[in-house]
């Protein structure tokens, strides 16, 4: 199974700060990694897809990049409406064999 | 609009059964996966299996192969996720998502989720 890492597990900035989070894949996924916002109570939202694709009608603040192993989330500039928890996800194949993964989340608060 | 509507919070004792499921309106729900994600209390999301409602091509995480049926009906557009004997362990929120992708890959949109709680 692939394995992923991401990192800070929690962190707190100010209002307008750019915010940066890490995904690590074990092994190779090439792009195929995602990139959701979890706000308390809702169900999870599709922010990036494929690494580096915005999805339709999410804020241009929002960015992603990487490929094969190491991924990033940016948040140019943080907004209060920002505050949540961001989980990336990856997909190495259907299953039997492959399946999905979601890192284990970063919470992120204003300070 | 895609959406994904899902049934109501539950409340069983260990033991019991359990069938809840995820509506698809606005698109055709037969050319899409389906897929379910578990959320246990403050915790993270976990994958636990998709169907292809076409073809009811059914695959499941290894860690909950055995445990949940996942299982759908073309003719309403709707998947079901269903226990046969629940445990304390099951009380979580679960979502069902569509996945989407030229290789389908990533999950939008999301239902609403269902709490399910089980308790003695």
């Known amino acids: 199974d692939i394995q992923m890492t991401q990192s800070p597990s929690s962190l707190s900035a100010s209002v307008g700060d750019r915010v940066t989070i890490t995904c690590q894949a074990s092994?190779?996924?090439?792009?195929?990694l995602n990139w959701y916002q979890q706000k308390p109570g809702k169900a999870p939202k599709l922010l990036i897809y494929d690494a580096s694709n915005l999805e339709t009608g999410v804020p241009s603040r929002f960015s992603g990049s990487g490929s094969g192993t190491d991924f990033t989330f940016t948040i140019s500039s943080l907004q209060p409406e920002d505050i949540a928890t961001y989980y990336c996800q990856q997909y190495d194949n259907l299953p039997p064999g492959g399946g999905f993964t979601f890192g284990p989340g970063t919470k992120v608060d204003i300070k | 609009e895609v959406q994904l509507v899902q049934s109501g919070a539950e409340v069983k004792k260990p033991g019991e059964s359990l069938k809840i499921s995820c509506k698809g309106s606005g698109y055709s729900f037969t050319s899409y996966w389906i897929g379910w994600v578990r959320q246990m209390p403050g915790k993270g999301l976990e994958w636990m299996g998709i169907?292809?409602?076409?073809?009811?091509?059914?695959r499941y995480s290894p860690s909950f192969q055995g445990q949940v049926t996942i299982s759908a009906d073309k003719s309403i557009s709707t998947a079901y996720l269903q226990w046969s004997s629940l445990k304390a362990s099951d009380t979580a929120m679960y979502y069902c998502a569509r996945l989407g992708g030229y290789v389908p890959n990533w999950f939008d949109p999301w239902g609403q989720g269902t709490l399910v709680t089980v308790s003695s």
């Open positions: 092994q190779d996924i090439s792009n195929y």
């Open positions: 169907i292809y409602p076409g073809d009811s091509d059914t």
